[in-house]
């Protein structure tokens, strides 16, 4: 039976990381976010206005993919960012600032709300949260061309659009971590807190550790 764990959060807050060490540690299947393959994505972050719906669409039609292929899969598995963020955070900035004309938003959605008809949500959402200051730090330091010049003013936007959508967000269990002083990856308090938390919200699906 298949059983899955979404990682969700803003641009650079850790989601793989946490992806990377959740799979090295029980031994599950990752499933990472296709931002590498969206031909788009170029031109978008040039000129959202001329690109953004032509990106999210992209993303969307992807993410799709992935969450049909994750609902066949067996046993437990762990995804990069989900298909609701695309939709309820990215997509709203995007229509929000007007990139997304009415019409253009009316056919997303449209389409949006039949994928979520077709496919199984997460087991267990963990959201990772940190302040912008943390998040601005991070986009430098793993050094992303593409995302060196993303305004701080939309930074803020996602953030206001992440927190409304996981305080509404009732599809599953959801684990939030404050991750701005938070190293699971090194310090061994913290890595164990991390894994107790989770094993809690998944006991029969995460079992013991691969190493």
Known sequence: ????????????????????????????????????DNPYLPDFYRDMGRWAFHSQLYFLSNKFRIHQELDRMPGLV??????????????????????IDDRD???????????????????????LRCS????????????RAMEQDVPL?????LQRLYDRW??????SEVLVLETDNLDYVHDLVHRLDVMERIEAMLPPAVGKPAC
């Open 78 to 99: 762990v995804l990069d960012r989900t298909i609701f963020e695309d939709a309820e955070v990215f997509a709203t900035a995007l229509h929000e600032m007007k990139s």
């Open 132 to 143: 912008m200051r943390a998040l601005r730090r991070r986009i430098r330091l793993r050094g």
């Open 105 to 127: 938003w009316e056919t997303y959605r449209a389409f949006y709300q039949s994928i979520l008809d077709a496919i199984q949500p997460p087991d267990l959402m963990i959201y």
């Open 166 to 171: 996981i305080e509404a967000y009732d599809m």
């Open 1 to 36: 039976m298949r059983k899955a764990i979404a990682i969700a959060g803003n641009i650079g807050v850790g989601k793989s990381t946490l992806v990377e060490f959740l799979s090295r540690t029980y031994g599950i299947a990752p499933y990472y976010e296709p931002n590498e």
């Open 153 to 157: 003013a939309y930074l803020k936007r």
